[in-house]
């Protein structure tokens, strides 16, 4: 462990995992996520189909705050679908391969498809067993 000037030991910093990496990157897509009430949503709703100059009480402000209520859903619903994809990415491909799956499932939700199962890993190699024999100054290896 590294020492200080007055020979003091100083802790080491620890080595992000991958699920520290994952709830480095989940805390602030919550809080993100989680700061407007469902009424503050719905007065921003109001808001912009006002603001789109539909009148309020009218079956065109009525649909228009359908669709954006759908949109919210649909951007809730497929944030939920990166963070899953990114927490079930196989850790050993790396950081950079969760998040293109991630994103892959993401993009995959806002075009309304299932999503695509990642890529597996590569195969694990077959396991070679061998037998080797010497006679004199021959050595015969059988490989199975």
């Not at 919550?30 to 109001?46: D, F, I, K, P, Y």
């Not at 969760?98 to 994103?103: F, I, K, L, M, P």
């Amino acid at each position: 462990m590294p020492k200080s000037s007055n020979n003091a030991k100083v802790p080491r910093p620890k080595k992000f995992s991958f699920k520290m990496e994952l709830k480095m990157m989940m805390v602030p897509m919550l809080l993100l996520t989680g700061c407007m009430t469902a009424e503050e949503v719905r007065q921003q709703h109001q808001a912009k189909c006002m603001g789109y100059g539909f009148q309020t009480g009218t079956s065109q402000f009525a649909n228009c705050m359908m669709q954006l209520d759908k949109l919210a859903e649909r951007d809730k619903r497929c944030s939920s679908a990166w963070l899953s994809a990114y927490g079930a990415a196989d850790p050993s491909r790396g950081f950079g391969y969760a998040v293109e799956v991630a994103r892959q499932a993401e993009a995959d939700c806002l075009a309304g498809r299932q999503p695509r199962p990642p890529t597996p890993s590569a195969p694990p190699r077959p396991t070679t067993n061998s037998t080797c024999t010497t006679s004199g100054n021959t050595l015969n290896c059988v490989h199975f």
